[in-house]
């Protein structure tokens, strides 16, 4: 099973961006399916954005125009750009794979341990 690590969280401004990286122990196959959530406290894990494929991307609606997912087809890396961030996307969030298409975090049985970003008005 791949092992999935996440970086690039920290504590910003309102409007301000981060970058998230996702790194996995070897290469995403092709037809991967790589997702990011975010998990605040006392709230459920909710879906942020994945890609399929290494080219096909969904966003969720709270995210759409201001974060981006990437990566280079092949590689063991997924990034997620976030700008203009807001005070309400402060949570730890969370790198998956799974190899079929699902926008719930029962659909991923491989996370990584997760990686704080907040975001202070």
């Known amino acids: 099973q791949v092992q999935l690590a996440e970086s690039g969280g920290g504590l910003v401004q309102a409007g301000d961006s981060l970058r998230l990286t996702c790194t996995a122990s070897?290469?995403?196959?092709?037809?991967?399916?790589v997702a990011w959530f975010r998990q605040a406290p006392g709230k459920e894990r909710e879906f942020v954005a994945l890609?399929?494929?290494?080219?096909?991307?969904t966003y969720a609606d709270a995210v759409k125009g201001r974060f981006t997912i990437s990566a280079l087809t092949g590689s063991n890396t997924i990034y997620l750009q976030m700008n203009n961030l807001k005070p309400e996307d402060t949570a730890v969030y969370y790198c998956?794979?799974?190899?079929?298409?699902?926008?719930?975090?029962?659909?991923?049985?491989?996370w990584g341990q997760g990686t704080q970003v907040t975001v202070s008005s």
């Open positions: 998956a794979h799974s190899s079929s298409y699902g926008l719930n975090a029962q659909s991923y049985n491989n």
């Open positions: 070897r290469r995403f196959y092709t037809s991967a399916v």
């Open positions: 890609t399929r494929s290494f080219s096909r991307t």
